[in-house]
């Protein structure tokens, strides 16, 4: 089963989330109970996410959440 890392939205925390069935997802964050969930897009294997995550991929780069990459100038 896979697992998927998530930041929540209010608290900024991150946490793994283990999928255990196709589309399930977390309701909630565990820390803060917000429900502004996003994925974390990890990995290389992913080709121009939405949102414009536009640089080199680099070790320093390799969980951060696409659309606000501190290393990208957005
Ligand atoms: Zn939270």
């Not at 896979?2 to 997802?25: S, T």
């Not at 565990?30 to 995550?53: N, Q, Y």
Request: glycine share 10%; hydrophobic share 20%.
């Amino acid at each position: 089963m896979p697992i998927y890392e998530y930041e929540c939205g209010e608290c900024r925390k991150k946490f793994e989330h283990l999928q255990r069935r196709p589309g399930d997802v977390p309701a909630q964050c565990p820390h803060c109970d917000g429900r502004k969930l996003k994925k974390v897009l990890s990995g290389f294997s992913v080709a121009a996410p939405a949102g414009g995550h536009q640089h080199e991929p680099s070790s320093a780069c390799s969980s951060c959440p696409h659309g606000s990459c501190p290393h990208s100038g957005h």
